[in-house]
């Protein structure tokens, strides 16, 4: 009998540890909801999943919303298999975003240009993070834009958007 009871539990103690990794709601689905996230702990890790991005405006100025992603992971072993990364679902975050953006969205917070609703600053069910964000056209030349994200001491590597504006001339040497 004692070991039937054994058998039952490590079995159960399997499926609830090969059921913690985060699994779409559907194929190519995640939701978000942010009312219990919490802060991650020290031993995760935030990536950024945005390439640098390159904007090219219509007129100086203007506003133009992009998108920048970012991931949340743990390192997770289920018995005998290799450590692998694991995304992880419903961490907060706070942005930060460095560069020309439209100021009127967050004025004077850390994240000011950022489109996103603060009620949506956490990973999703697929432990992303995506955030929109309001980058201003520049007068002339190009500016960059620097985005980040952290979670308690997690800080992401930055994601970045060049925008250039519509009188930025390139000149190539012959």
């Known amino acids: 009998m004692y070991k039937i009871i ?8 399997s499926i609830s540890l090969a059921t913690c990794s985060v699994k779409p709601d559907g194929p190519g689905q995640c939701s978000l909801s942010c009312g219990n996230a919490m802060i991650a702990p020290a031993d995760y890790e935030i990536k950024t999943l945005t390439d640098d991005l390159n904007i090219r405006c219509a007129a100086a100025g203007d506003v133009m919303d992009t998108y920048v992603k970012f991931g949340i992971f743990k390192k997770s072993r289920v018995g005998d298999q290799p450590v692998r990364q694991v995304a992880v679902p419903n961490i907060s975050i706070q942005p930060l975003v460095v560069g020309l953006v439209d100021t009127q969205l967050h004025a004077g917070e ?25 980058v201003k056209c520049p007068q002339d030349d190009r500016s960059e834009v620097a985005v980040y994200i952290h979670s308690g001491v997690l800080k992401s590597e930055r994601a970045l958007i060049t ?3 519509p009188t930025l001339t390139t000149t190539t040497e012959e």
């Open 163 to 165: 925008v250039e504006s």
């Open 6 to 13: 054994q058998l039952i539990v490590l079995a159960g103690l």
């Open 110 to 134: 850390s994240y000011a240009g950022v489109a996103t609703d603060t009620n949506n600053f956490c990973s999703d069910t697929c432990g992303a993070v995506n955030l929109r964000v309001a």
